[in-house]
């Protein structure tokens, strides 16, 4: 199947700070991502729809000024987590799929963790 | 808005059959997914329904009837390592967003 990626796994940060996480679909191109957040024992939330080419499409609840997405290429997108506080310590995974109405492809996730 | 149900867990025995149900409430339906989740891992694919019926997949089975918002997840031959968490996920016409549903914690013992 096709290969989604994001870095960092892991990302430690101290509160305040500027958290970016990166997800590239590594052998397709994928004009729409999807950002999820999933915290301990529960599901995954959809946080936004990312576009290429225009802006991010943010589910309800879901603040833009802090959750920036910028998805430049079509095998990029970047997910900035902007003055991180503890509560948004989570697991964001993205995902990508090849065409419209396909299968999606999740990354391997990024756990964030903000002290 | 969607509504997506399913039991929070379920424990079965090595090499029986477990049934993981899910039912939706939905507007625009265009499909429905199962997933697999390990602990700290991103989501599988394990099977897709848009169409009523039956579909097969080695020891995996899922089953949808889109008039009832209903699909089933059948794991056949458990193993200790279907140990996982289930993620039924709906996807909507309206920019192909797939919603999940809070998953189903299950835990297979020997």
């Known amino acids: 199947g096709a290969v989604v990626s994001q870095h960092p796994s892991w990302v430690i940060c101290k509160s305040g700070t500027s958290v970016k996480i990166e997800c590239r679909s590594l052998?397709?191109?994928?004009?729409?991502m999807f950002w999820y957040r999933q915290f301990p024992k529960q599901s995954l939330m959809l946080m936004a729809t990312s576009n290429e080419g225009s802006k991010a499409t943010y589910e309800q609840g879901v603040e833009k000024d802090k959750f920036l997405i910028n998805h430049a290429s079509l095998t990029l997108s970047t997910l900035t987590v902007t003055s991180a506080h503890p509560e948004d310590s989570s697991f964001y995974i993205c995902s990508a799929r090849l065409a419209p109405g396909g299968e999606l492809f999740f990354g391997e996730g990024s756990r964030l963790t903000v002290l | 808005g969607q509504n997506i149900d399913q039991p929070t867990e379920m424990t079965a025995t090595e090499g029986a059959i477990v049934q993981i149900n899910c039912t939706y409430q939905?507007?625009?339906?265009?499909?429905l997914f199962w997933y697999q989740q390990h602990a700290g891992e991103a989501p599988t694919f394990l099977s897709y329904?848009?169409?009523?019926g039956l579909e097969e997949k080695g020891r995996f089975s899922s089953f949808l009837s889109r008039s009832k918002g209903y699909s089933y997840l059948l794991l056949k031959e458990l193993q200790m390592k279907d140990s996982a968490s289930y993620l039924c996920a709906v996807r909507r016409n309206q920019g192909g967003k797939l919603i999940f549903g809070q998953g189903t914690e299950l835990s297979v013992k020997p």
């Open positions: 052998d397709f191109q994928a004009t729409t």
């Open positions: 329904n848009v169409l009523d």
């Open positions: 939905t507007s625009g339906f265009n499909g």
